[in-house]
Nanobody, 118 residues
Framework: QVQLVESGGGSVQAGGSLRLSCAAS????????MGWFRQAPGKERERVAT???????DYGNSVKGRFTISRDNAKNTIYLQMNSLKPEDTALYSC????????????WGKGTLVTVSS
């Protein structure tokens, strides 16, 4: 059974930091591209960052220079270090997985809520 379980969300003031984690199970983690996505109320889902099975990372324009995605294949876990948080970063953050040869994410977690106050 595939599971993606996010943790680390919470409330923080603008300028603060949070570190999200996503623990994966039920599939060959090292063979999957992984990513973080977010959705704010009333807005479309947005890609935050992705990291390939090779370890190459890519970021959405709104978080470049502030967020860092990483993966630990030994722990089947990805992380999202979020620094210099802004109120507009408030959203439900979900992790996702897609097979190495596909651009599409097929497994999704339920998400963890991040709230940034001004």
């Amino acid at each position: 059974q595939v599971q993606l379980v996010e943790s680390g969300g919470g409330s923080v003031q603008a300028g603060g930091s949070l570190r999200l984690s996503c623990a994966a199970s039920g599939f060959s983690f090292s063979m999957y591209n992984m990513g973080w996505f977010r959705q704010a109320p009333g807005k479309e889902r947005e890609r935050v960052a992705t990291i390939g099975a090779s370890g190459i990372a890519d970021y959405g324009n709104s978080v470049k220079g502030r967020f860092t995605i990483s993966r630990d294949n030994a722990k089947n876990t990805i992380y999202l270090q979020m620094n210099s948080l802004k109120p507009e970063d408030t959203a439900l953050y979900s992790c996702a997985a897609g097979y190495i040869t596909s651009a599409q994410m097929i497994y999704w977690g339920k998400g963890t809520l991040v709230t940034v106050s001004s």
